[in-house]
């Protein structure tokens, strides 16, 4: 009896296939809402994808828009066929179909959105979670919050980056909403920010417990009185109400120069319905670790440049897609420079790949950081590790989408 009981639950939490299809359309008129045009399966941001470590995902994408798309999914350790880069992957057609197919290794807050007129695809709402769960982290209330900031559609004008005191935050596409929660209650809340050149600087009541970043866990539990996610990041809170409403706040941030003066404004409330005191919260499996020595040279340099006003980025001089293609061998590790002489920030992007922070400006992280997607700030170099154990032609770039499409943008092949 034992035997089977044992052999069920082996079964039930084993890997498996997580499959979904996903329709790619134009939001009829009567449903459009915010400055969302397309969708996927008609929701903004699309639909959760939830998979276990080890879980196969299954993803059919029906390509219903009246323009060529692809899906790639932001921070996940896919194989390159399935990355969905033009480089590799010939676009999926008006009326095509294509299945995505892939295991998942890393448990952790990823997303997934179009990697062709990515710019304009995403902007327009083509975008949605990825949550991988491990099953040896401890069971908290889950939400998930997908940010975007509703002034970019349409032209992209000089002024983006600027103007933070107009910025109108969206969570899931609803402006400040107010979510109901229990008093003495457990919440992990996963970040992502989904904005094209948004700069999201979330500030609480007190000091935020960051549990998680880009490649899940962290370390230990880190307390903020701030977290700043540049486009493409994402991050993890457990947030624990008591007596008192929860309100989360934005303030003014801009890729031309970090902190600027004004309001903040409201981007969220956690609204108590039965207020209790706190929990002290769940004990996380924080895997530790320290940070890696730097080891004082680069295999590698990439060079930022350029002018968000002028949009002229390059990375090493060059535009995308007449680059230069590196190559890191496979199995080994390589040290990374990343240097930004350029007068606006660059959130870095790289796929296919993880890489640690080991040095910003010379100084080591306070703690150790794995990352997809890294925020170089104006005059920033910053040194990271990566360790090249997928193969592929894998895209680098900055995460401003206009940036990116205006070529801000190279390969780094892993063979
Ligand atoms: Cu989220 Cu190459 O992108
Ligand atoms: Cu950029």
Redesign the pocket.
């Known amino acids: 009896m034992i035997a089977v009981i044992t052999a069920l639950l082996a079964l039930a939490s084993g890997p498996e296939v997580v499959r979904l299809r996903l329709v790619a359309d134009e939001l009829p008129a009567a449903s459009r809402h915010g400055p969302f045009l397309y969708a996927y399966n008609g929701l903004n941001p699309g639909p959760t994808i939830r998979a276990k470590l080890g879980d196969t995902v299954e993803v059919e994408l029906v390509n219903q828009l009246d323009f060529a798309t692809t899906i790639h999914w932001h921070g996940v350790k896919v194989p390159w066929a399935m990355d969905g880069i033009t480089w590799m992957q010939r676009p999926i057609a008006p009326g095509e179909t294509f299945t995505y197919r892939f295991v998942v290794s890393q448990a952790g807050t990823f997303w997934y959105h179009p990697h062709l007129d990515t710019d304009r695809q995403v902007d327009a709402g083509l975008y949605g979670a990825l949550i991988v769960e491990d099953p040896n982290e401890p069971r908290a209330e889950e939400m998930v919050w997908v940010f975007d900031s509703a002034e970019e559609r349409g032209e992209h004008s000089a002024s983006h980056g600027h103007a933070r005191r107009e910025e109108r935050w969206l969570v899931n596409g609803a402006h400040a909403p107010v979510f109901s929660v229990r008093g003495g209650s457990v919440i992990r809340a996963r970040l992502i920010n989904a904005s094209n050149t948004g700069y999201l600087a979330l500030r609480g009541p007190g000091k935020l417990r960051v549990i998680a970043g880009d490649q899940g866990l962290l370390p230990a539990l880190d307390l903020q009185k701030r977290v700043l996610l540049a486009p493409g990041d994402r991050a993890e809170l457990e947030l624990l109400p008591g007596r008192e409403d929860l309100e989360l706040v934005a303030e003014p941030y801009s890729?031309n120069g970090g902190d600027m003066h004004g309001e903040h404004v409201h981007v969220l409330r956690l609204k108590v319905e039965a207020p209790r005191a706190p929990s002290p919260g769940l004990r996380w499996p924080f895997p530790g670790g320290r940070v890696r020595r730097d080891p004082g040279y680069a295999d590698l340099i990439y060079t930022?440049t350029g002018s968000?006003r002028w949009e002229s980025?390059m990375i090493n001089g060059e535009r995308f897609p007449d680059v230069t293609v590196e190559a890191v061998a496979l199995g080994s590790e390589a040290i990374i420079e990343l240097r930004n002489v350029s007068s606006?920030?660059?959130?870095f992007h790289l796929h296919g790949v993880s890489f640690e922070v080991l040095s910003v400006n010379g100084v080591p992280p306070p703690a150790r950081t794995i990352e997809d997607t890294y925020n170089l700030r104006i005059r920033d170099r910053v040194r990271v590790l990566l360790r090249a154990d997928n193969p592929g032609d894998w895209m680098l770039h900055?995460?401003?989408l206009p940036?990116?499409e205006h070529g801000?943008m190279t390969v780094l092949r892993i063979q």
């Not at 606006?344 to 959130?347: F, G, K, L, M, R």
């Open positions: 890729l930022f968000d980025g606006s920030e660059h959130p900055c995460h401003i940036h990116a801000m």
